[in-house]
């Protein structure tokens, strides 16, 4: 059946830091695999995404890297800020109106 | 300007009762989606629209009736309330063009007593 799961539920890192987090899935007919970010109290908000055919994908401050062998997505946070502390979703999409989200984890960001 | 904005922010109603969440948004967009995250911050999708069509209904009880009076709304009504619809209700919206790029509402956090 379809899921997308992460590998660690909390990561702590120093401001400053790099951070990545983690995710399997099992669907290997998603057409695009998402980053989301949830801070406290807010609704999630789109980070970044790569298309299955691509295996990295880089934003401002942000690398996403997929690798369709073994089923894995990573999203690297360069310099980590306190404003990066959230809850990161990955999720993935099949090409329709239906996105599947991940468990989440959540970062923290030491000062 | 408020993107995706959702009412109340808070809702707190005894087992039994009936209960509507407004959505709005002003992107636009063609697509509407509701979704419910869990105590343990699980994201899960229960309805999305499109043009004020219903495209995806997972498995959400017939409680949960979504509507849909024009592009920019797509309220939920609740009948019944159990125990188990306790979560935080997100609302949000895309472009069909860019399925991906979701704009999510503030959320409705319901309590169901």
């Known amino acids: 059946g379809e899921s997308v799961g992460l ?7 120093q401001e400053g830091d790099n951070s990545i987090i983690n995710c399997a899935y099992s669907n290997s007919a998603s057409d695009y695999f ?7 109290g807010k609704g999630p908000q789109f980070i970044i995404d790569i298309r299955s055919n691509m295996d990295k994908r880089q934003g401002q401050r942000v690398t996403v890297l ?5 089923k894995h997505l990573s999203l690297q946070i360069a310099a980590t800020q306190p404003g990066d502390s959230a809850v990161y979703f990955c999720a993935e999409n099949t090409g329709g109106f239906k996105t599947i989200f ?10 | 300007d408020t993107a995706v904005s959702q009412t109340p922010k808070y809702l707190v109603t005894q087992m039994g009762n009936d209960k509507s969440i407004k959505c709005e948004q002003n992107l636009g967009h063609d697509t ?11 994201l899960k999708i229960m309805f999305s629209y499109n043009n004020k069509e219903l495209i995806i209904n997972e498995t959400v009880p017939n409680r949960f009736s979504p509507k849909s009076p024009d592009k920019a709304h797509l309220n939920l009504h609740i009948n019944s309330l159990e125990l188990g619809d306790s979560a935080v209700y997100f609302c949000a ?5 860019q399925l991906n790029e979701q704009f999510f509402g503030p959320g409705t956090r319901l ?3």
């Open chain 2, 32 to 42: 509407m989606y509701w979704y419910k995250q869990d105590s343990k911050k699980f």
């Open chain 1, 34 to 40: 998402i980053w989301y970010k949830q801070e406290s």
């Open chain 2, 93 to 97: 919206s895309s472009q069909p063009t």
């Open chain 1, 7 to 13: 590998h660690l539920p909390t990561l702590s890192v």
């Open chain 1, 66 to 70: 997929l690798n369709k062998t073994v």
């Open chain 1, 102 to 111: 991940g468990a989440g984890t959540r970062l923290f960001v030491k000062a």
């Open chain 2, 111 to 113: 309590t169901v007593l």
